[in-house]
């Protein structure tokens, strides 16, 4: 199965730096993307995406005997060391923390695993669909039914998470895993919120019925500008479209 991709990570039109840190490597016959979201706010939030995204990637690939799901998580998990240590070492990075969704995929299928509200989006055949649960408040009042899915998109506390890399030593990273389909027309949105809180899933679902996708992301930006960008956006695109 041949993959094609493409990623951007802008800084946002209200934002001095981007604190979003985004890579795509190709490896072991397959694709690993990481999109991180350093907590603005926090410390040297740009280190703290940079070291997950590096930490992550050569963890993978260290770590080649355990199944990919473990692999997953275990690479999430040396990224939170690394950033914990990096903090403690440098008082200017105390408190740095970030947020972070990793996929793999393989000819066979697609693994991901997620800390924070950055998200996931799989689109198969028109219909796209949210594959991680944001790690926020938010997210937790919409689960015990004390808000509506419309209450939750103007909450005061939509940027307020409840894990983080960096955070603790213990972080819990939720992994999943998805078998693909080689005869279905697939792709997956890897982004931060800078992404999710500007475009609407079902606007995400029509910009990805396009086979372009260097016009696909141009135009995923220029949406993104138009309603002001308030936060930094990243985003990754895989498809296993390899035509215009």
Not at 230 to 236: F, L
Request: net charge negative; glycine share 6%.
């Amino acid at each position: 199965m041949k993959l094609s991709y493409i990623y951007s990570s802008r800084t946002g039109l209200r934002r001095n730096t981007n604190e979003d840190f985004v890579d795509v490597f190709e490896v072991d016959d397959g694709l690993l993307a990481v999109v991180c979201d350093g907590l603005g706010g926090n410390n040297a939030g740009e280190v703290a995406s940079q070291l997950a995204v590096s930490n992550i990637y050569s963890s993978f690939m260290e770590n080649t005997l355990d199944e990919i799901p473990v692999r997953i998580s275990m690479a999430v998990l040396a990224a939170n060391r690394a950033i914990i240590e990096a903090s403690e070492k440098t008082p200017d990075y105390k408190g740095m923390a970030t947020t972070v969704v990793t996929l793999f995929i393989n000819q066979h299928a697609a693994y991901w695993g997620h800390v924070g509200d950055s998200r996931i989006y799989y689109w198969e055949e028109n219909v796209i669909r949210q594959i991680t649960k944001d790690h926020s408040v938010v997210q937790k009042l919409l689960d015990e039914g004390l808000i509506t899915a419309k209450e939750a998109d103007k909450h005061p506390h939509k940027n307020v998470i409840m894990r983080a890399l960096g955070d603790k030593s213990n972080v819990m990273v939720d992994t999943d895993t998805l078998e693909l389909q080689k005869a279905k027309r697939w792709k997956f949105l890897l982004c931060s919120d800078g992404v999710s809180n500007v475009i609407s899933s079902k606007e995400l679902e029509n910009l990805l019925k396009n086979n372009d996708l260097e016009q696909m992301s141009k135009t995923l930006s220029a949406m993104i500008e138009d309603r002001g960008a308030p936060d930094n956006y990243s985003y990754v695109i895989i498809s296993n479209q390899t035509h215009n």
